[in-house]
């Protein structure tokens, strides 16, 4: 199954718009930062985790955004569009703090590797 086929039954079958891009098709990017952090007041990152939530760049906005450049590259411009995204992943020891306890039982996760 070719990519676009892929991603083109996801969009049918499940809500593109609330599913990280990363997920099913990947960012576009030429470069990639991480930011690591450690959440030391649970409650007032709970309290702010859904301003950072509607930051996260959707897989419905990966797929715009693929339409987006080969548009672009058709028109024969030249032209690099400025694409930028955001991720958002945690560790198992920050799911602990946020949940309680880890809802993966798998011992690469929470070991860390």
């Not at 991480?34 to 950072?52: G, N, S």
């Amino acid at each position: 199954m070719s990519v676009q086929s892929f991603t083109h039954a996801a969009a049918t079958l499940l809500n593109i718009s609330n599913i990280q891009g990363d997920i099913l098709v990947g960012l576009q990017k030429d470069a990639e930062k991480f930011l690591f952090f450690t959440i030391t007041d649970v409650p007032a990152f709970k309290a702010r985790l859904p301003m950072l939530a509607a930051l996260v760049t959707s897989t419905k906005s990966v797929m715009d955004r693929e339409q987006d450049i080969k548009a672009e590259k058709a028109s024969g411009s030249g032209t690099r569009l400025d694409l930028r995204g955001l991720n958002l992943g945690f560790t198992a020891p920050g799911l602990d703090k946020l949940l309680g306890s880890v809802p993966i039982n798998r011992v690469h996760f929470i070991g860390g590797v």
